[in-house]
């Protein structure tokens, strides 16, 4: 049975189509990759499965069910967590604080106006474990508005961990980062996913990156599928070599 | 330098200054009632800023709530029962179902939106108190009523007779209130509210409904703030129309963020800086508000932080 199935679905700004019958089929412990050049709709489209927008036409379906219409937080309990393509964290907040609060929620607790001292060991407990897991440690006390960009999306990355989620959608994770940054949250994601046999959906504009990551590659080009395959598969189409070349030659 | 042993150090000296301040106050130029009003006032800055420093929500109806409490005790001791205590529970119960219903119209505005729709829900009550005459004594206020003593049965303690007794009457309940609200502040539920003031989407995509969670912050702030009210009324022995009014609002606004509003203690120094510089100038000019005004903006300039920014700032270089 496969976890995620996206049908059909379409997205239109005004007259702009940006995700135009899109359909996607994700099996549980798959590493998928969507890519395509800036523009081509890979952002909407996980707002689409995510719940940040709606779509115009189309369903999603997640477990089974369907999630067209249920709301992000409810899509958050279904089993769905996610990252933004621009860094999205509590930045006045430490970093402990920032693991603390979704940790809190996935217990159920976020009515809760007062905690047990064995409650709140264990919240403890498992922060410091999510801590370690990304080598955060060192920085648990610090805010998180003060760490360095691969920091703060490690940081971001494990907030979505600590959802304990099934399916993790993951919107341009390395985008702006050094080649060392790139590396280390590359690893770290890689962890991840074998550790606990994570579902993972990834965009990226760079093909190169998720070469050695994804088990499928999913290629959108102005709104609409273009590709999909192996990543070797993929790097051979001639369709998904003329998009980026055209793309690069636009842009350069 | 331990930031738990600062905060503990600076919370025993803020207890033990407000547990004495009818005793030092007379040396700086003030009186009890003068001490009450601070600490009532602050109770009204610290619970609009539960809201506007800790969920990053800025109200400007809050006197709304704040006057539903003062006509709410002075209304039911003049009309409803001679019972102080049956009066602040009405006032706040009143106050709690109003906040109640608004809330669930607002919830969803943002930023300026939010604040204009406080202004205009504030200014209908404003309107009622201030039109409906033979109820609410229209623009004299409601008066012909006082405080009455509080009865345990066993004996009764008269909080009208003597300031002092008054005072730490007002302290008491102001312990209760601000206690609730550090607690809350420090719980599973006080941290989703902290995750909306620092990145609302962020909130959204961790599980949290932030209106649901919204609404409960505004309910929460809007009942305490209600709960300075009625204390205000019972003070002065007389509810003012002016107290619902929208610049009241803001006078609570200007505490907070005067005070600094990241802090938890901040409304109550910027409370106590507005209430004495009130008393002192507009003894001296007619004009106090612009000193006031002028006042603020200097801090929000620069010291955004407000006073305990500043303090802090000091502290820590
Ligand atoms: N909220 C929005 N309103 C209007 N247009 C949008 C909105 N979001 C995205 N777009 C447009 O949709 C197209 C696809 O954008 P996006 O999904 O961000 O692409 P990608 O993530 O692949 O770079 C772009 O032309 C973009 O300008
Ligand atoms: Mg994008």
């Given at each position: 049975m496969s976890l995620l199935k996206v049908e059909q679905v379409s997205r239109r700004f005004g007259s702009l189509v940006a995700v135009d019958q899109v359909s996607m089929t994700v099996e549980p412990g798959e590493f998928r990759a969507v890519i395509g050049p800036n523009g081509a709709g890979k952002t909407t489209f996980f707002n689409l499965i995510s719940g940040f927008?709606?779509?115009?036409?189309?369903?999603?379906?997640?477990?089974?069910?369907?999630?067209?219409?249920?709301?992000?937080?409810?899509?958050?309990?279904?089993?769905?967590?996610?990252?933004?393509?621009?860094?999205?964290?509590?930045?006045?907040?430490?970093?402990?604080e920032n693991l603390r609060i979704p940790v809190e929620v996935a217990a159920g607790h976020r009515l809760k106006p007062w905690q047990s001292r064995a409650d709140a060991r264990a919240m403890d407990e498992r922060v410091d474990e999510l801590l370690q897991r990304s080598g955060l440690t060192g920085k648990a006390g610090r805010l998180a508005g003060e760490l360095s960009h691969g920091d703060q999306r490690a940081t971001e990355i494990?907030?979505?961990?600590?959802?304990?989620?099934?399916?993790?959608l993951l919107d341009e994770p390395t985008a702006g980062m050094g080649d060392q940054e790139t590396y280390d949250v590359t690893q770290l994601i890689r962890k991840?996913?074998?550790?606990?046999?994570?579902?993972?959906?990834?965009?990226?504009h760079d093909m190169r990156v998720v070469f050695h990551l994804a088990d499928r590659v999913m290629v959108l080009a102005e709104g609409q599928l273009l590709a999909e395959g192996t990543p070797d598969e993929i790097a051979a189409d001639d369709a998904v070599q003329e998009a980026y070349l055209g793309a690069e030659a636009e842009t350069a | 330098m331990n930031s738990t042993l600062n905060r503990q150090i600076a919370n025993a000296l803020i207890w033990a200054l407000l547990l004495t301040m009818p005793y030092w106050i007379g040396f700086v130029g003030g009186y009890t009632s003068l001490a009450s009003r601070v600490v009532v006032l602050a109770l009204a800055a610290m619970s609009l800023n539960f809201?506007?420093?800790?969920?990053?929500?800025?109200?400007?109806?809050?006197?709304?709530y704040f006057g539903i409490g003062a006509y709410g005790v002075g209304m039911t001791i003049k009309y409803l029962a001679p019972s102080t205590p049956l009066g602040i529970l009405v006032g706040m119960g009143v106050a709690a179902a109003a906040a109640a219903i608004i809330g669930t119209l607002i919830v969803r505005l943002r930023s300026v939106y939010f604040a204009m729709v406080t202004i205009a829900f504030g200014q209908v009550f404003y309107f009622i108190a201030y039109r409906w005459n033979a109820v609410t004594g229209g623009d004299d206020g409601l008066s012909g009523w006082r405080t009455l003593p509080l009865d345990f049965g066993i004996g009764k303690l008269d909080i009208a007779g003597q300031p002092l007794t008054f005072y730490y009457f007002v302290l008491a309940l102001f312990a209760v209130a601000v206690g609730i609200m550090a607690l809350l502040l420090r719980s599973p539920f006080g941290r989703t509210l902290l995750a909306i003031r620092e990145n609302e989407r962020r909130a959204r995509f961790l599980g949290?409904?932030?209106?649901?969670?919204?609404?409960?912050?505004?309910?929460?702030?809007?009942?305490?703030?209600?709960?300075?009210?009625?204390l205000y009324a019972l003070l002065n022995n007389f509810a003012d129309p002016h107290d619902l009014r929208w610049d009241q609002s803001g006078d609570f606004v200007i505490m907070a963020v005067l005070g600094g509003m990241r802090s938890f203690w901040g409304p109550l120094i910027g409370a106590a800086i507005f209430v004495v510089l009130q008393d002192y100038i507009s003894s001296q000019t007619e004009n106090w508000m612009s000193f006031i005004g002028l006042f603020f903006v200097l801090i929000v300039l620069f010291f955004p932080r407000g006073v305990v920014g500043l303090l802090r700032r000091k502290a820590a270089s």
């Open positions: 927008l709606l779509p115009t036409s189309g369903r999603i379906l997640f477990d089974d069910q369907d999630v067209t219409a249920v709301k992000p937080a409810n899509r958050v309990k279904l089993g769905m967590a996610r990252t933004f393509q621009v860094t999205e964290i509590f930045p006045e907040l430490s970093v402990r494990m907030m979505a961990i600590a959802l304990n989620p099934r399916l993790l991840l996913h074998r550790e606990q046999k994570l579902t993972v959906v990834l965009i990226e | 809201l506007l420093g800790f969920t990053g929500v800025l109200s400007f109806g809050h006197a709304a949290i409904p932030v209106e649901q969670h919204i609404w409960m912050s505004w309910l929460i702030s809007c009942v305490f703030v209600s709960l300075a009210g009625t």
